[in-house]
């Protein structure tokens, strides 16, 4: 009774063994994956950024177009209440 038993759990921890074996031999896989597309991807990331980059000064000159003349507008209105505020100012006191 005690061989069988034995035997049993050979094969058992056989069994374990190849079912923990099976992600190990993916995760392995992957870095390895990861490994050999890394020249291709930094190629890519590259064109990506400069693209990025592109569209980010777009985005800025157009804001730009769009604010400034509203930044003029309010400068020159807070200008002018200003000097009427002052003027008004002396003039009561």
Do not use: C, N, W
């Not at 050979?10 to 020249?39: M, T």
């Not at 400068?75 to 003027?87: F, L, Q, S």
Request: overall charge positive.
């Amino acid at each position: 009774m005690g061989t069988a038993r034995d035997i049993a759990l050979i094969f058992l921890s056989l069994e374990a063994l190849v079912i923990s074996l099976i992600p190990l031999l993916l995760l392995s896989a992957l870095a390895y994956g990861v490994y050999r597309l890394q020249k291709l991807v930094k190629q890519y990331l590259k064109l990506g950024q400069v693209y990025a980059r592109k569209v980010h000064d777009y985005v800025e000159r157009v804001s730009r177009a769009v604010v400034d003349p509203l930044i003029r507008v309010h400068t020159k209105t807070r200008m002018t209440t200003t000097m009427v505020e002052k003027i008004v100012s002396r003039r009561s006191s």
